[in-house]
Nanobody, 124 residues
Framework: VQLQASGGGSVQAGGSLRLSCAVS?????????MGWFRQAPGKEREFVAA????????YYEDSVKGRFTISRDNAKKMVYLQMNSLKPEDTAVYYC?????????????????WGQGTLVTVSS
């Protein structure tokens, strides 16, 4: 199983980025929940967003609600994170992750597979 995240970069505050995560190695629908986490320098990895297999349920960390949107395309085996109105505090390495359990979780220990991360830098 491999998760390949891409789309990170450097933007100014107020800008937008779209992160993508390509899943390979197993049937995409095997992962009921897909998520994005982030980790800033010197900080613990934190939950950003999660989406269920059908896309009918999504969850967001409070600070990104209304600015970020998670989505998935099961046919293409892709997960996306659209990030708008970016702030300097959004600067972090963003990780794509997959959960086998079938239950929503915002804890990184409950996710089974992780991508390599993509760096997002937001300047003021």
């Amino acid at each position: 199983v491999q998760l390949q995240a891409s789309g990170g970069g450097s933007v100014q505050a107020g800008g937008s980025l779209r992160l993508s995560c390509a899943v390979s190695g197993r049937t995409f629908m095997t992962y009921p929940w897909m998520g994005w986490f982030r980790q800033a320098p010197g900080k613990e990895r934190e939950f950003v967003a999660a989406i269920n297999w059908s896309g009918s349920s999504t969850y967001y960390e409070d600070s990104v609600k209304g600015r970020f949107t998670i989505s998935r395309d099961n046919a293409k085996k892709m997960v996306y994170l659209q990030m708008n109105s970016l702030k300097p505090e959004d600067t972090a390495v963003y990780y794509c992750t997959a959960d086998n359990s079938g239950s929503y979780s915002s804890s990184p220990i409950d996710y089974d597979y992780w991508g390599q991360g993509t760096l997002v830098t937001v300047s003021s």
